[in-house]
């Protein structure tokens, strides 16, 4: 039997972050202003750090990890690379099943990969606060833990659906010393709005990112901080896809399909990307994001420029989006919800590079459990959608007798989320498509450029 558990040395921690805008035929389209106009570096400076503006317009292949970084990295990095036999002898499948578990972090996710770097740059700069905005929870957390750890303020405005669906998420950033409000709140402009067209609206990423992005632009002493779409958000997240591909190596296998969940994209582009350089360079691999059904961004969006936020503040970005007043809708338990995507990622999938599927919710939470019997780790609900995928392509496997080798990323475990499976045991979860009718009407109110 071959190993279970694939383990690097700490001293193995990369040293650089892969910027896959190096390797890409053509990168994505510079975000504009409402006048047509491309917005320079200059526009971010009021809510970014200089260090994280100079990675987020970069075409340098190799970017240096600060050592700081690293140090802080330390805590629970590398994380382990699992093979997951007792799954593959669930499922009777000949295929080799490999998952890279995220879950180590203090936070349970992927998440403080990026968020420790951008507490950096903004303590580097002079920064005394950040705000930003959570969905699930788990954005807020990595960030508050990551300001706890470079003596930063932290205030988070929480989607209030999950702020009253998951007050233990909650709890946990107030005990790393973060303030956490419900959004829509009525402290912003942003929220006021909202709150005056829908007093009881359950709020949406869109609306907090639009609260947490205007505290920011009106404080001098205020930065904000995005937890996933934006370029040095998925560029710090390729830690995990360098690590994969070490410990792949090191038991003498390389994948030919590499499944991630995606809501903005970092997870996906941060264990993908680094195969993408070896797919750029000719090898071939298929690298599969996978969405949910009533969330369906790349495959049912349309690749256009959209503003980022809910009401309009941010700069537009070509990206595949089903429209920024996109409401998910609440019966929807896991945390992809994001109106667009990630550039990065669009731009990729655009050009048929990677490819994009979507799962239905009921589907996705069986696999979770039977990934849970098996393997032993609660999956958080949006990996569960990998998994899903992942679990698809191994039967298939079975079928046709290939011994594929497929690799997932468990971006986070479920231990805040387990209202969302016990909704799903008293079997109050239900399959929802977004309806087209919906979609085009989302659509309809696209901001016209120029
Ligand atoms: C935030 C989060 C996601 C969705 O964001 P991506 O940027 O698409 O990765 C997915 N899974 C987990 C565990 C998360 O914390």
């Not at 010393?177 to 929220?191: K, N």
């Amino acid at each position: 039997m071959t190993a279970t558990k694939i383990l690097l040395e700490e001293s193995e921690i990369p040293t650089h972050w892969y910027n896959v805008i190096a390797d890409m035929p053509s990168p994505p389209p510079p975000p504009l202003a409402p006048d047509g106009k491309p917005v320079g570096p200059e526009a971010l400076s009021a809510i970014f750090p200089d260090g994280v503006i100079q990675q987020e317009v970069s075409s340098e292949r190799w970017i240096p990890i600060p050592e700081p970084v690293r140090e802080v990295y330390r805590l629970w990095r590398p994380s382990p690379l699992y093979r997951a036999h007792r799954l593959e002898a669930a499922l009777g499948t000949p295929a080799k099943i490999f998952y890279k578990y995220e879950g180590v972090s203090p936070a349970g996710s992927h998440k403080p990969n990026t968020a420790v770097a951008q507490a950096y740059y903004n303590k580097q700069a002079g920064t005394k606060r950040l705000a930003t905005e959570t969905g699930a929870g788990q954005w807020g957390s990595a960030l508050a833990l990551a300001g706890q750890l470079f003596g930063l303020d932290i205030r988070v405005y929480m989607v209030k659906v999950s702020y009253d669906q998951k007050p233990y998420r909650r709890s946990m950033m107030q005990a790393w010393g973060a303030e956490v409000l419900a959004s829509p709140t009525d402290r912003t402009e942003a929220g006021r709005k909202v709150l005056a067209k829908d007093p009881g609206s359950p709020g949406s990423l869109g609306v907090a990112i639009s609260e947490a992005v205007e505290e920011a632009a009106s404080r001098e002493d205020t930065n904000y901080c995005l937890g996933s779409v934006l370029n040095h958000v998925l560029l710090h997240q390729t830690v995990m896809g360098q690590e994969a591909k070490k410990q792949l190596a090191m038991v003498g296998e390389y994948p030919d399909v590499v499944f991630a969940c995606c809501g903005g994209g970092s997870n996906f582009g941060g264990i993908a990307f680094p195969f993408f350089a070896d797919k750029a360079a000719g090898k071939h691999i298929r690298l599969v994001a996978v969405e949910p059904t009533s969330c369906p961004t790349l495959t049912r969006g349309r690749y256009t420029y959209d503003f980022g936020d809910a009401v309009g503040l941010t700069p537009l970005v070509k990206m595949y989006t089903l429209g920024h007043d996109f409401i998910p809708p609440t019966i929807h338990a896991g945390g992809l919800r994001y109106h667009g995507d990630s550039p990065l990622v669009c731009q990729l999938y655009h050009e048929g590079l990677i490819e994009a599927m979507a799962v239905p919710q009921l589907a996705t939470f069986e696999a979770g459990v039977t990934f849970a019997r098996t393997e032993g780790i609660v999956p958080a609900p949006e990996p569960c959608h990998a998994i899903r995928a992942c679990m698809d392509e191994a039967l298939r496997c079975k079928k046709a007798g290939e011994s594929k080798v497929l690799l997932l990323n468990l971006c986070g475990h479920g231990h805040f989320d387990m209202s969302a499976y016990d909704k799903y045991f008293s079997r109050e979860l239900q399959d929802y498509e977004y309806p087209e009718e919906a979609v085009a009407k989302a659509l309809e109110r696209l901001p016209k450029v120029g």
